[in-house]
């Protein structure tokens, strides 16, 4: 299984940029797929990112050119940068992992499909 820890988060204007950054332990060498969530207040969690052990990614058409999904996969280190931040990126975001040595199905990334989770860092974008 994986373990999952996230750093980075926290207030921002709109317009401004965060970093945040999960680091993996435990069995890493099965991870094949990793994402980024997010869940708003009263909204459903939903994907915002995703990248397979090679370096495909898929973004949420809500954060597409504002978003960047990126790992070093041998450090076991997942990002996700984001620019031009709105209020409506205003979330908690989560970093997540699918089981052992299962990839990445496409651009539909579910949240069940997803095994492992970091606690979660809360992200605010003030007008």
């Known amino acids: 299984q994986v373990q999952l820890v996230e750093s980075g988060g926290g207030s921002v204007q709109a317009g401004g940029s965060l970093r945040l950054s999960c680091a993996a332990s435990?069995?890493?060498?099965?991870?094949?797929?990793m994402a980024w969530f997010r869940q708003a207040p009263g909204k459903e969690r939903e994907g915002v990112a995703q990248?397979?052990?090679?370096?495909?990614?898929n973004y949420a058409d809500s954060v597409k050119g504002r978003f960047t999904i990126s790992q070093a996969y041998a450090k076991n280190t997942l990002y996700l940068e984001m620019n031009s931040l709105k209020p409506e990126d205003t979330a908690i975001y989560y970093c997540?992992?699918?089981?052992?040595?299962?990839?990445?199905?496409?651009?539909?990334?579910?949240?069940?499909?997803?095994?492992?989770w970091g606690q979660g860092t809360q992200v605010i974008v003030s007008s």
């Open positions: 997540a992992s699918r089981r052992d040595f299962q990839y990445c199905t496409g651009a539909d990334f579910p949240p069940q499909d997803f095994d492992y």
């Open positions: 435990g069995s890493t060498y099965g991870r094949f797929c």
């Open positions: 990248i397979d052990r090679f370096g495909t990614a």
